[in-house]
């Protein structure tokens, strides 16, 4: 039987690779958006194709559909786009998820909940696993982005306890290749643009913060082995491999230019210092470890980037 999916966020990033998968697979997909930070150019190959439909959306109001799984990732992920408009993102993730479990617990559909590494906040632990509880500050900027995806998966879990309905969460790492946006402001994307352009790399900081960056295949590898799975507690996605800020712009400055200057700003407030995953429970109840090693994966994204220049 052909499984109706519904991808919420789907003209995104990451919604824009699993709804590729999805159909590829064999599968039918119905895609909503509001494109606030999503693209119709990431979707575009499929429209008019008989197992895709496009529904521009908001995920704030509710919708009613008749799907068997929903994959609900509609949210905006890097923090200029989150905080640029705080209220409107958590009343997109308290919500969107809200409607979505109402539409799951209706149609006894599935769910898959793309939470994030942030609700581990500024970890006091390294490298971060899910019996963690995290460190966040509930007042700070990020905060409309890592309380609400808290918020989100302890909705998630009363809908479990009360209504049974099927959830899986996936606490996303840092992911980057083909098709973030040029103006996303994430760091990979950022530096990138900024070489291929012959401007100077912006570390925040001193840039001995660090991060662990999985590339695009791998984590929709990895979201489809969750869904498909019968893990119900939350699960870490991402690559372990840890680099500080300031290693990545001298990596990606080595690669397209390397007589561009590095200049460092201010560290944004409640930027977490150190962050890696413990992939140990991917390992063990998926079987699944990202293959795509950074060299290898930077690469794609910054051939992705050179033919994208024209519009930056
Ligand atoms: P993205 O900004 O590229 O995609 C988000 C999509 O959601 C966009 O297409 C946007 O237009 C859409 N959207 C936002 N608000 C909406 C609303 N109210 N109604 C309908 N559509 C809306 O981000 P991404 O990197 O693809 O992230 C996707 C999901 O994964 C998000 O939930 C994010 O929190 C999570 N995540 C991503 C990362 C990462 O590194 N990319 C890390 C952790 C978690
Ligand atoms: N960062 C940076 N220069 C940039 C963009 C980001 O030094 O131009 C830093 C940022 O301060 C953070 C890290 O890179 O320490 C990752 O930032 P990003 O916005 O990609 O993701 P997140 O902070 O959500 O992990």
Partial sequence: MIRRNLVTGGAG????????????????????????????????????????ELIRHDITVPIQLEIDQIWHLACPASPVHYQANPIKTA?????????MLGL??????????????????????????????????PVGVRSCYDEGKRLAEALCCDYQRMHNVDIRIMRIFNTYGPRMLPNDGRVISNFV?????????TVYGEGKQTR???FVDDLIKGMVLLMNSSYTEPMNIGNPDEYSILDIAEIIRSKINPTLKIIHKPLPSDDPNRRK??????KEYLDWHPKINFNKGLDQTIN?????????
Wanted: hydrophobic fraction near 35%.
């Fill in 212 to 214: 662990s960056f999985c």
């Fill in 91 to 99: 009343k997109t993730i308290f919500l969107g998820t809200f409607n």
């Fill in 277 to 282: 995953p413990d992939i140990s429970l991917a």
């Fill in 104 to 137: 799951a617990r209706r149609l006894n559909a599935k769910l898959l909940l793309a939470s994030t590494s942030e609700v581990y906040g500024d970890s006091l632990v390294h490298p971060q696993s899910e019996d963690y509880w995290g460190n966040v500050n």
């Fill in 13 to 52: 990033f990451l919604g824009s690779h699993l709804v590729d998968t999805l159909l590829e697979n064999g599968e039918e997909v119905i895609c909503i958006d509001n494109y606030s930070t999503g693209n119709k150019g990431n979707i575009e190959k499929w429209i008019g194709h008989k197992r895709f």
């Fill in 193 to 201: 643009v900024q070489a291929l352009q012959e401007k100077s790399l």
């Fill in 304 to 312: 992705y980037f050179k033919t994208q220049t024209i519009n930056l």
